[in-house]
């Protein structure tokens, strides 16, 4: 079986270099968890959000039953959803997510994005989405990232979760939070890829030795599958002669190409994809070298284009949260 990487987090834990990403796995999600274990996966990417946390439990309750993997070599991420940053909102949530994980802690758990929303109870509405009325309304709430982080901080206090995090934060916000953080953030997960390379985030996280995740590495294809207009319209990563020229020339696959650029550079992927070939393919995505000159050649194609924010998927005025 593949051996992946580890990387030592600032928490003191070790976390698995390439997961297995569980956004839009709909159908047949505990099968796919549970295949996922067996192509040798150690490292799940779930949040509130993706609506599937109960069957990512039951692919994982069944893979230890069946004796395939032991919890605690198991690295489960999970997410805070914008309607729990209250502070008294915080713990709760995450209880029930780790019910529905069917686990007794998370080894890192992340507030999604650095934006709280009015709380929306989750015997009305689960998961909440971002508008209120789940449709069209949306409600700010008053908590700070203050407040939300130190809410985070109690998590780690009362063994709910090994090490916390951040998604979707930008410079100003992290700066911010690394003067109140008692805990500073072990890992910061954001949109990386050849067309969104924030190469200045980049060298802010290392330098403040948080561990950067890198989510939708393959850049549009996981927009497209949602079609959305900006990735549609763009041409597909994979496709590209710069990136098909080096997968010819390293006999490896575009998307191992993709993954590559980010994991030498000492970041971690988390790819999404329930074909078992592919699962097997992306998970061997450190095992080879990229020559410095194609990585360079790859620097090339940022495009500084973005696919993951609010108003590229539904219109509105209020969440420029990216601006
Ligand atoms: P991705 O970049 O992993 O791309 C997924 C698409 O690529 C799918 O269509 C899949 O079939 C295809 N694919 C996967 N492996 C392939 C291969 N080897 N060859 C050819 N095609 C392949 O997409 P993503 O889902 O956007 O991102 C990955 C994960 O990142 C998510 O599942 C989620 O866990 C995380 N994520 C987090 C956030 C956040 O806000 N924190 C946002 C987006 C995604």
Redesign the pocket.
């Known amino acids: 079986m593949t051996s992946v990487p580890k990387i030592k987090l600032s928490s003191g834990y070790e976390m698995p270099q390439v997961?297995?990403?569980?956004?839009?796995?709909d159908t047949n999600c505990a099968d796919a968890v549970y295949n996922a274990v067996k192509a040798g996966y150690r490292l799940f990417?779930?949040?509130c959000d993706?609506g599937n946390e109960k069957q990512c439990g039951e692919g994982i309750a069944r893979a230890i039953k069946d004796g395939l993997v032991k919890r605690e070599e198991l690295f489960i991420v999970s997410?805070l959803w914008q309607t729990y940053h209250d502070k008294e909102n915080v713990e709760p949530i995450t209880r029930r997510q780790l019910a529905d994980w069917q686990v007794d802690y998370f080894d890192l758990f992340?507030i999604?994005?650095p934006v709280a929303l009015e709380y929306v109870d989750p015997e009305v509405r689960y998961p909440p989405g971002w508008h209120y009325d789940g449709v069209k309304e949306i409600r700010w709430s008053k908590a700070t990232n203050q407040e939300t982080w130190g809410a985070m901080e109690d998590l780690v206090e009362k063994g709910l979760a090994r090490s916390i995090g951040i998604?979707?934060f930008q410079s100003q916000t992290i700066y911010d939070l690394l003067k109140y953080a008692k805990i500073r953030p072990a890992t910061l997960?954001?949109?990386l890829?050849p067309y969104h390379q924030q190469t200045n985030l980049v060298r802010l996280a290392k330098a403040e030795g948080i561990a950067l995740t890198c989510?939708?590495?393959?850049?549009p294809?996981?927009?497209?599958?949602l079609n959305m207009d900006r990735a549609t319209s763009a041409s597909p990563l994979?496709g590209h002669e710069v990136i098909k020229g080096i997968a010819e020339k390293l006999g490896k696959?575009?998307?191992?190409v993709l993954l590559r650029w980010s994991t030498q550079r000492g970041l971690s992927v988390?790819?999404?994809?329930?074909?078992p070939?592919?699962?097997a393919?992306?998970l061997q995505c450190c095992t080879f070298e990229i020559p410095e000159e194609d990585m360079e050649r790859i620097a090339k194609l940022d495009l500084n284009l973005k696919?993951?924010q609010p108003t590229n998927y539904f219109d509105t005025e209020k969440l420029w949260i990216f601006a």
Do not use: R
């Open positions: 997961g297995f990403g569980l956004w839009k796995v990417d779930g949040a993706y997410k992340l999604h994005f998604s979707n997960q954001v949109e890829h989510y939708s590495s393959f850049g294809a996981g927009f497209v599958e994979m696959t575009p998307a191992q988390i790819p999404k994809s329930t074909d070939a592919l699962m393919e992306n696919f993951n």
